[in-house]
């Protein structure tokens, strides 16, 4: 008899173990079905690719190595993560720029439109030289279509950054903290902007200040004018894009 009861007990207490284990696997947050955007796959691409970078300091480098600036560690990182593909690189970028010399650039310049991949970052200017925010309203989205147009009419092949925030330098850290609060709220009401004209025209945009947002409690994120990006932050920047240049180019 005491040997029924305790198999009746046993049987008991498996289905409730059985069932207590069901619920809490239920309760798991599933595995994504997709592995994340960083991780796309790497497919073959075109025999030779033309990339332009159009922008101001953030663009050329300004107090970095030529080869430390974002546009060229990119095309490094292309070239080994492609080494069948001939990279060429074109920059069209100036310390002190802002969205009206950029255009007025361009159109000196005069690019040929075949270009396979264009990215975009202007602005700080504007906001440093105290212009009106309609000029930027009114040139931004000039130049996402002069983008667009240089690749190859493919508003696919453009990406945009995000603009830096430079009250988190050296160079800022006398300003009072209104004056820094000022700064960064307008810095955030251009790369709204931004973004919210590049979702309109379905252009990829990306956002790098929060990167430049720890260049006090990170100083080697800061350049030795302690103003502009290292060559680690611009190391960053390339990390944080180069998903979706691997998109553009594999599309």
């Not at 080697?220 to 680690?232: F, I, K, Q």
Request: charged letters at 15%.
């Amino acid at each position: 008899m005491k040997s029924h009861f305790k198999q009746i007990v046993t049987a008991v207490l498996s289905i409730f173990l059985l069932s207590c284990s069901s619920d809490g696997s239920s309760s798991e947050t599933p595995s994504p079905a997709t592995p994340p955007t960083s991780e796309v796959p790497t497919k073959p691409i075109s025999g030779s690719v033309n990339y332009l970078a159009l922008g101001d300091s953030y663009t050329i480098g300004q107090s970095v190595c030529e080869t430390c600036r974002y546009p060229e560690q990119l095309k490094a990182v292309l070239k080994k993560t492609y080494p069948d593909t001939n990279f060429s690189l074109n920059i069209i970028a100036q310390t002190g720029w802002t969205t009206s010399d950029l255009i007025s650039a361009i159109n000196t310049v005069n690019p040929d439109s075949n270009y396979d991949l264009v990215t975009l970052l202007i602005g700080v200017n504007n906001q440093y030289q105290h212009m009106n925010f309609s000029v930027y309203e009114k040139e931004f989205p000039q130049l996402l279509n002069k983008a667009i147009a240089l690749a190859k009419g493919d508003k696919n092949n453009v990406l945009v950054l995000s603009i830096p925030d430079y009250t988190y330098t050296p160079f800022a850290s006398n300003y009072t903290s209104e004056n820094q609060n000022r700064i960064s709220g307008e810095i955030t009401r251009y790369n709204n902007f931004a973004e919210s004209m590049c979702i309109s025209k379905g252009i990829s945009f990306i956002s790098i200040t929060d990167i430049t947002q720890q260049g006090l409690s990170k100083p080697n994120l800061v350049a030795s004018d302690g103003l502009h990006p290292s060559e680690l932050a611009y190391k960053l920047f390339v990390d944080r894009i180069f998903y979706k240049i691997k998109m553009i180019l594999q599309d």
